[in-house]
């Protein structure tokens, strides 16, 4: 094995095109990465605080500023409007495509950028992050869609895996930003920020106005000579190519062979192996909020500042550079050495570290030499989540479901995704904190998130299929005749959905297992064969008689 990822000598056309327009569509992660990291800074801002203050007088400082209870409401209603905004982007993105669903999504994120930038109190400031989360929520889910249905087989973890990339370098911008409008005495202090993602949106949508529809979507509404056409396009390859018309008849037979099984409703997904792929999932999207992420991104200043570091700007930067460039080497690795071992070296690692920082925060919690020890080991552990957990889990996600439900399991897992966000980031302040009703675990936590980050090895070996280097489809037959996970880096596809469809009929139609209809399939090219051989040496009945 190389050490660059090449495109395999036997696939035609190129990839090129595809690879660029998965990478534009990642910007998408930059509004997601923006508008969730830019909060945190507006609501330390003192001209904003005062602006939208009711009265109250923060007990630290005796400035005007916001209750916590406001804070928190500024801060979860985000959270509430991308949950309920993922669970609304599989009718959006089925209904109105992928395309035309992230511009869409990007409208309903405008419009939350708007309200927040006119705001002058709280009320209106709110209703602006639950439309903004809202647009981010569909946004979140249509753009791995995309991505998935569009990029090369054999590159395709590294595309999506971009996506989390934006995300990162979406939160290091908005700190950037943040840090210089933070003192000026006018409306700009904060508006500034805000405004700014009406760059990121317009960059979106004129881009969405160029790129093509996904072919897999123009298959499941059944506009077949769109789905040529927007291969071709992808694959720069005439649409009458032998390649580009075998690659769109396996879509389209694998497609007509999973809507033969049965419906592709709500009740549907949680049935069979469609069900445990979503549990999957859910799970996968779930556990990447457990390891505590988080925590450092969300409370990471004030955890910072107990070791030595007054500067919030400068811890805001130290976690925002090392979570981009950490991202980096996952892209690679997530296709050099598959999703599997990525992500089990990403837990293992993320277990040492928070073990490591909640064993010297405890044990010795005034010593400077401590401190620095849980600096360094904070920056390691975002290391081995931006390489693994970060890019992987969306990528896992992205690959795991049939086309026809594949928009409404990815909108549920996403919204587990975000469902966990605002949970943690809700409950972390009672955890942490001192005083009455807090548990006041301070570093402790981190055995919390390490030993969440030991399940998730766990987890990933029982549950996480390898799905590195197969089709769409040909994850469809690796759950139909792989049973156990571990057992899954062996798997050969070996399936031609084309042939399926041609003899369903007479193994007994969509109550034959796909190993039964391959098995007959098998058989038929046998005897064609034999029938074909024989024929130049007494006919077809010396086929029989041997």
Known sequence: MGIMIKKPADVPGSAIPAIIIGLFVAFGGVLFGYDTGTIGGILAMPYWRNTFSTGYRNTEDGNLDVTPSQSSTIVSLLSAGTFFGALAAAPMADLLGRRLGMIASTAVFTLGVIL???????????????????????????????????????????VVGCYQLAITIGLLVAAIVDNATKDRNDTGSYRIPIAVQFAWAIIMVVGMLILPETPRYWIKVGKHAKAAKSLSRLRRLDVDHPALVEELAEVRANHEYEMSLGKASYLDIVKGTVGKRLATGCLLQGLQQLTGVNFIFYYGTSFFNNAGISNAFTVSVITGVVNVCSTLPGLYLVEKWGRRPLLLFGAVGMFVCQYIVAIAGTVDPDNPATNKVLIAFVCIYIFFFASSWGPVAWVVTGELFPLKVRAKCLSITTASNWLLNWAIAYATPYMVNSGPGNANLQSKVFFVWGTFCLICA???????????????????????????????????????????????????????????????????????????GDKGYGGEKAAYEV
């Open 458 to 532: 766990f987890f990933v070996w029982a549950l996480i299929y390898e799905t590195k280097g197969l089709s769409l489809e040909q994850v469809d037959e690796l759950y139909s005749k792989c049973t156990k996970a571990w057992k899954s880096k062996a798997f050969r596809p070996t399936v031609s959905y084309a042939e399926v469809q041609e003899v369903r009929g007479s193994v007994g139609g969509r109550h034959a297992s796909l190993a039964d209809i391959e098995a007959d399939a098998g058989r038929k090219r046998s005897v064609a064969h034999i029938e074909g």
């Open 116 to 158: 927040q930038t006119a705001a002058t109190a709280i009320p209106l400031f709110v209703a602006g992050r639950f439309w903004a989360g809202f647009g981010v929520g569909l946004i979140s889910a249509i753009i791995p869609l995309y991505q998935s249905e569009t990029a090369p087989k054999w590159i395709r973890g590294a």
